[in-house]
C-alpha cells in the first residue's frame, strides 16, 4: 500500500524530555511537512523540507528540530525547549507535477502527544 | 489573522439537506484546496482550484471561487451523517513555492 505513516498514535512525555515522532512515506514524494494542531485549531506549520539533507522553519519552529537523511523520512523532534507541546501533530507530503507548484497534500493519521 | 478563514465555524444540519462553508482569504493564490478531517484523523484532501477557475465539481461536491471577492465556497450536496468532519480550506500563495496555508475550518454535524 502506498501512503504516509505516523508513529506511535499516542505519546506521554514527561516535562524536560526530548521526544522524537516517526514520519515515513512510499509516495516517493519530494516534499515533506509537519504541522501542529491545537483543539478546535487548524493547522500551523512547524517545519518543510523539499529535497533530502535541507528543510527549513515554518511558522512555529521554535522548540523542534528535524532531519531529512533519506527521502522516505522525516522525524521530528519535540525538545524540552518547547514550553507547551501537547497537541496533535500531522505529518503530510507533497510531490511536484511538472509546469506546477506543489499541490495537494497526503496526510498521515497523527500523532497525540501528551505531556505529563 | 489567517489567510483562510472559514464560515461558520460550525454548522449543524440534517441528513438530506445541502451544506455550504465559505472561506476568505487576503493575498493573491496560486491555489486553493479544500481539506477534510475525521475526529483524531488525517486531513483527506477533497479538491483543488486554480486561480484561473471559477467552479469545480467533484461528486456530491461543488466548489466555487471568487479572486476578486478573495472568496471560495464548498458546497455539499444531499448530505449523509457520514459527511460530519470537520473542513478546511487551505490557500497555496501566488509567491512562486510550495507553502500553504491552512483556515482555522469548519465543523460539520449531519444528523440522521
Known amino acids: 500500500d502506498g501512503g504516509i505513516t505516523q508513529s506511535p498514535k499516542y505519546l506521554f512525555r514527561k516535562e524536560g524530555q526530548n521526544v522524537t515522532l516517526s514520519c515515513e512515506q512510499n509516495l516517493n514524494h519530494d516534499a515533506m511537512y509537519w504541522y501542529r494542531q491545537d483543539p478546535g485549531q487548524g493547522l500551523r506549520l512547524i517545519y518543510y523540507?523539499?529535497?533530502?539533507?535541507?528543510?527549513q522553519k515554518g511558522d512555529i519552529a521554535e522548540g523542534y528540530s528535524v532531519s531529512r537523511e533519506k527521502k522516505e523520512s522525516f522525524p521530528l523532534t519535540v525538545t524540552s525547549a518547547q514550553k507547551n507541546p501537547t497537541a496533535f501533530y500531522l505529518c503530510a507530503s507533497s510531490s511536484r507535477r511538472a509546469g506546477s507548484s506543489y499541490n495537494e497534500q497526503f496526510f498521515g493519521p497523527g500523532t497525540r502527544l501528551t505531556v505529563l | 489573522s489567517q489567510q483562510g478563514e472559514e464560515d461558520p465555524q460550525a454548522l449543524s444540519i440534517q441528513e438530506g439537506e445541502n451544506a455550504t462553508m465559505n472561506c476568505s482569504y487576503k493575498?493573491?493564490?496560486?491555489?486553493l484546496q479544500w481539506y477534510r478531517q475525521n475526529s483524531g484523523r488525517g486531513l483527506v484532501h477533497l479538491i483543488l482550484i486554480r486561480s484561473n477557475e471559477r467552479e469545480k465539481h467533484s461528486g456530491r461536491l461543488r466548489v466555487t471561487l471568487d479572486t476578486s471577492k478573495k472568496s471560495s465556497s464548498l458546497l455539499i450536496t444531499a448530505s449523509r451523517a457520514a459527511d460530519t468532519a470537520s473542513y478546511f480550506c487551505a490557500t497555496q500563495l501566488n509567491t512562486g513555492g510550495f507553502k500553504t496555508i491552512f483556515g482555522a475550518g469548519t465543523r460539520l454535524f449531519v444528523k440522521a
Open positions: 523540507s523539499q529535497i533530502v539533507n535541507d528543510f
Open positions: 493575498t493573491s493564490i496560486n491555489n
